[in-house]
């Protein structure tokens, strides 16, 4: 595991059930911004105790270069969730991923235990929302400790508790992303997407992606391989972006201290420069991250 910069590309974050070794090995060639090394759903419980050391193993090594690595745990109150913690906390991935995250206070407590079993300070916990009950008390969880780096959505679990459907679009279950996605900018950390379940449709992926960054998510998390292309492209800013960000910033400059100017003949005021400095910084991140994948 290696240190993060400043900013760090979560476009694609792709699950695997720890327990699947031809997955794990597959996971270092593929260019993906982070992994989570699953020992929640994807994995039976007879296999849990050995895929926990998996993850473990994994994590700690230096095998997947920049990727940002997280070992997703057990639920609280689950007979795995504290040796799961515990592992997890000694492997030190840069986050330990909780499902069904209800309260602040169960951030608390597992901010807690991560300490007590040694969690180093790089390590975050990314909390997941996929209830009803997380997502009404989503900026209190948001805003519990510093250490929680990211909300990921869990829409299969928020579909289940709804007694939704999945649909093309996904109406049943915008207002609990909206929510989700206004608590973890109020507090500043990393918001992602929810899991396409159909690993054969592209084009139903792809469209669930461009609503997903249209939103505001970071990126999305995937189960399959097939997936991560269109989510690394789909999460980028596209090279118009980034040229017209450069085009306004330099208006700006140009402007010389006039509150307001004009770039292709749409108002600009410092706020738009700021978001176009983002885009750039972003741009900056992934070209860096994809040469050290190259
Ligand atoms: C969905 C799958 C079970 C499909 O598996 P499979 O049929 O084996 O796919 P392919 O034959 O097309 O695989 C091609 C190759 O890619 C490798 N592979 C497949 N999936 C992954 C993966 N996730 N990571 C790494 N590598 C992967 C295969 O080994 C093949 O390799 P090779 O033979 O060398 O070419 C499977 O994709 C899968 O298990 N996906 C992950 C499922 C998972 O992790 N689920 C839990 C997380 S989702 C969730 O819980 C959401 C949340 O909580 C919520 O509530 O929404
Ligand atoms: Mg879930």
Redo the contacts with the bound molecule.
Sequence with gaps: MTDSPAFTPLRSV????SSNA??LE??KTLPIDGVIF?L???VAPDAKPDAREAAAAAAGSDDYGKRTLTIRVNGIGTEWHEADIIAASQAGPHAIVV?KVNSADEVKQLVAAMEKAGAPEHTKLWA?V?TPVAILGALSIAQASDRLGAFVL????LVKELYAEHVPGRAPILPSLHTALLAGRAAGIAVID??YNN?KDIDGFLAECEQGRQMGFDGKTL???GQVEGANSAFAPSAQAVEDARGLIQAWEDGKGAGVVTYNGKMVENLHVESAQRTLDIHEAITALESEQA
């Design positions: 792709l699950y695997m059930p031809k997955a597959k996971a699953d929640e759903d994807a499902p997941m996929e869990g829409t299969n679990d929810g899991v690993v189960i399959h391989p």
